[in-house]
Antibody, heavy 119, light 110 residues
Framework: QVHLQESGPGMVKASETLSLTCAVSGYSISSNNYWGWIRQSPEKGLEWIGSVYYSGHTYQNPSLKSRVTISIDTSKSQFFLKVTSVTAADTALYYCARFADYSDTFDIWGQGTVVTVSS | QSVLTQSPSVSAAPGQKVTISCSGS????????VSWFQHLPGTAPKLLIY???KRPSEIPDRFSGSKSGTSATLAITGLQTGDEADYFCATWDSSLSARVFGGGTKLTVL
């Protein structure tokens, strides 16, 4: 059974860098899938941040691209999100998810982790 | 603020049918596949429908999806109290070059 679990600091100070990890179990992270980050806030709703392939190829939401880095470590079966220069607008529930070609969508999601940006 | 528009809430009685709509444009729903998710707060969103009208094997056939032009619809028949949840749609927007989502519709089973 595929399982994704987000982890990271629940609070980040404004202007600093938000860092999250998604651990994948029950499935090979090196399979033919992209792995993505999505966030949800009351102000913006659900927002796709970006995705990474096992090769390290990434593609990101143009609206966030300048501040976002997504990477992957296949040896640890984990992928990562970094968002620099955070503001209160980055306060959200962050999800990681698997993107599957068969479905053309994110078919497996983690439960999400809340990140609050403090001033 | 969401690119895809959904009604905030819908309600119906147990056993009834409900439809949830997702409205977009020619750059998203009009040319790309739509998927639907069920989400209970504090849990992982669950895929209900993909590629407009396909169901994962574990999803009961009470759930169905359709699309026409720039709108998509999720239908749920034989409503159960366990269906109370938020439902949201998703697709790719070719103009924004981004995955986009609906704002979600809260289903109440009275």
């Amino acid at each position: 059974q595929v399982h994704l679990q987000e982890s990271g600091p629940g609070m980040v100070k404004a202007s600093e860098t938000l860092s999250l990890t998604c651990a994948v179990s029950g499935y090979s992270i090196s399979s033919n899938n992209y792995w993505g980050w999505i966030r949800q806030s009351p102000e913006k709703g659900l927002e796709w941040i970006g995705s990474v392939y096992y090769s390290g190829h990434t593609y990101q939401n143009p609206s966030l691209k300048s501040r976002v880095t997504i990477s992957i470590d296949t040896s640890k079966s984990q992928f990562f999100l970094k968002v620099t220069s955070v503001t209160a607008a980055d306060t959200a529930l962050y999800y990681c998810a698997r993107f599957a070609d068969y479905s053309d969508t994110f078919d497996i999601w983690g439960q999400g982790t809340v990140v609050t940006v403090s001033s | 603020q969401s690119v895809l528009t959904q009604s905030p809430s819908v309600s119906a009685a147990p056993g009834q049918k409900v439809t949830i709509s997702c409205s977009g444009s020619s750059s998203n729903i009009g040319k790309n596949f739509v998927s639907w998710f069920q989400h209970l707060p504090g849990t992982a969103p669950k895929l209900l429908i993909y590629k407009d009208d396909k169901r994962p094997s574990e999803i009961p056939d009470r759930f169905s999806g359709s699309k026409s032009g720039t709108s998509a619809t999720l239908a749920i028949t034989g409503l159960q109290t366990g269906d109370e949840a938020d439902y949201f749609c998703a697709t790719w927007d070719s103009s924004l070059s981004a995955r986009v989502f609906g704002g979600g519709t809260k289903l109440t089973v009275l």
